[in-house]
């Protein structure tokens, strides 16, 4: 049976029209010792207050150390964290809201990016905010209540912060637009941001996979050494290999060499230049088999090195392998989770497979209609580059499995 120590109680409206501003969610909160959120985003603009016990507060670089009487503004889509003390875990009331109106407000009240912890030195702040989780629920007097007491609540911050800050709300038509702007489209990452960086390291991968996979797989085809029996046996067995075998000294390696966390993801696709890939090797080692090796006399004779062989001769015959590993790279690469997951530490370099992750909110639930909507997006160009390169990738795959 679960104690009544640590609880939690949290009222959720998932159908909210386009007012000026609205309540999303209110909630309390008990926390357990070192009872952490995030690192996360949230959709929309989410205030705390803390009536008891202490805890930390983590966004834009910066840690604040928080207590009783303390409030933290959570913007949207800025890259929070935060966690309850060890010895004295906190208590807080949060309202969740957003609106046309909402920025506008918010930055009357005192807070912003740089300045996202007041205090609430007023009584009166507290219990506006404690009247709007009171009238929490699904009714349309509920909505209608918990708006008004969110002006209240806002109107004391102003009250209170707002001296330093009364012109925050107005300006000209340039400010107005960098607001907009920052409100739909700021924070520490997007999801256009996070494609951008997800297919900072896919591309490179891609190249880098099929030209040093095209050059091994030649090596093994075409030429005889010693020992190519033997190595070609032991790299085919690395496909026995799982990958989380090599997570830890890989993470070694590239934490030495300077690569975690690199603006390039270095530690991403550096090692797909040496074949690393198994897989494509071995296909296209299929493939190239099947090409007469008639084909090599022929070039010799008219004076192609070997080099030339492969790049005049050989490539051009090897279009349907290449797209269907190109293909399968380029799908992996984009749903790779694991790897950005260890190699990448700033949120605004992430992927879209962490963006995603980031917009699940289990803390206080999943709105399961922007995450599928999300993941839609995230797959799209995946759909497109399958269906236009489909027929290729058909070719490829059927020829790989023949042997001549």
């Known amino acids: 049976m679960i104690g009544l120590e640590n609880f939690k109680y949290s009222f959720k409206d998932t159908l909210k029209e386009n007012t000026g501003l609205s309540v999303y969610r209110t909630g309390y909160e008990k926390c357990c010792p070192d009872h952490q959120w995030g690192p996360g985003v949230r959709d929309h603009y989410l205030v705390h207050y803390v009536s008891s016990g202490e805890g930390t507060y983590c966004c834009g670089g910066q840690t604040y150390v928080l207590h009783e009487g303390d409030l933290f503004l959570i913007f949207p889509a800025q890259v929070v964290e935060y966690h309850a003390s060890e010895k004295t875990p906190w208590e807080y009331y949060w309202v969740g809201f957003n609106g046309a109106d909402a920025h506008r407000m918010v930055s009357m009240a005192g807070f ?9 030195t007023d009584d009166a702040i507290r219990e506006a905010l404690l009247r709007i989780y009171r009238a929490s629920g699904n009714t349309p007097s509920a909505d209608v209540a918990m708006a008004g007491y969110l002006q209240l609540f806002l109107a004391q911050l102003i009250r209170c912060n707002g001296d330093a800050v009364q012109h925050a709300g107005r300006g000209g038509y340039l400010a107005q637009a960098l607001r907009y702007i920052q409100h739909n489209y700021g924070g520490d990452i997007s999801i256009w941001r996070a494609f951008i960086n997800t297919y900072s390291f896919v591309i490179p991968k891609v190249i880098f996979t099929v030209i040093s996979s095209v050059i091994a797989a030649y090596g093994f085809s075409r030429f005889k050494f010693k020992g190519r029996d033997m190595l070609f046996g032991i790299m085919i067995s690395t496909l026995f290999l799982p990958q ?7 993470y070694l390696l590239y934490n030495k060499f300077g690569w975690l966390d690199s603006p390039f993801y270095l530690a991403i696709w ?4 040496f074949a690393t890939e198994t897989y494509f090797v071995y ?10 090796r008639d084909l090599d006399e022929a070039a010799a004779i008219d004076g192609c090195s070997s080099f030339q062989t492969l790049y005049k001769v050989i490539v051009p015959m090897l ?6 590993c190109a293909l399968f790279q380029f799908m992996w690469s984009c749903n790779d989770f694991m790897g950005p997951l260890l190699y990448v530490s700033t949120p605004g370099k992430y992927p879209m497979s962490l963006f995603v992750k980031l917009s699940m909110d289990g803390d206080t639930g999943f709105a399961w209609n922007k995450i599928l909507a999300l993941s839609l997006i995230s797959i799209l160009p995946q759909l497109i580059v399958f269906f ?7 070719d490829g795959i059927s020829a790989g499995a023949v042997k001549g």
């Open 112 to 120: 912003s990016t740089e300045c996202p912890v007041l205090h609430a």
């Open 244 to 250: 989380v075998v090599l997570n830890v000294p890989q």
């Open 270 to 273: 550096v090692h797909c230049a």
């Open 283 to 292: 296909q296209l080692v299929q493939f190239m088999r099947n090409v007469p």
């Open 319 to 324: 279009g349907p392998a290449l797209v269907s």
């Open 388 to 394: 236009c390169a489909q027929d290729a990738f058909i």
